[in-house]
């Protein structure tokens, strides 16, 4: 009933820049935060950047002024700008999303999660 979809990942060399974009389509009431993370081979997924339908906004440390998250509420789509990419940034990126969904008897908040795209930065 809700899918999240992401775009825009690829290979990229260090000191690139790379934007994903992740919409949201489906019965959806509104949706609270959106979220990127991702997940390296071997490693656990992580929080890379949060925001919240009011503006908040959260980063994780190691990304923080390289990368900007934002999102165009009408179309239920969120991104992200990555700049100055490094090696270390190499990862699946994951959206996720908060949200209030409804179905033809009912409504309810649920977690969703698009499919992931690979980001590659070679040095």
């Known amino acids: 009933q809700v899918q999240l979809v992401e775009s825009g990942g690829g290979l990229v060399q260090a000191g690139g820049s790379l934007r994903l974009t992740c919409a949201a389509s489906?019965?959806?009431?509104?949706?609270?935060?959106m979220n990127w993370y991702r997940q390296a081979p071997g490693k656990q997924r992580e929080l890379v950047a949060g925001i919240t339908s009011g503006g908040s906004i959260t980063y994780v440390r190691s990304v923080k002024g390289r990368f900007t998250i934002s999102r165009d509420n009408a179309k239920n789509t969120v991104y992200l700008q990555m700049n100055s990419l490094k090696p270390e940034d190499t990862a699946v990126y994951y959206c996720?999303?908060?949200?209030?969904?409804?179905?033809?008897?009912?409504?309810?908040?649920?977690?969703?999660w698009g499919q992931g795209t690979q980001v590659t930065v070679s040095s």
């Open positions: 996720n999303a908060d949200l209030y969904y409804y179905t033809d008897y009912a409504h309810g908040t649920g977690d969703y």
């Open positions: 489906g019965k959806i009431l509104s949706i609270n935060a």
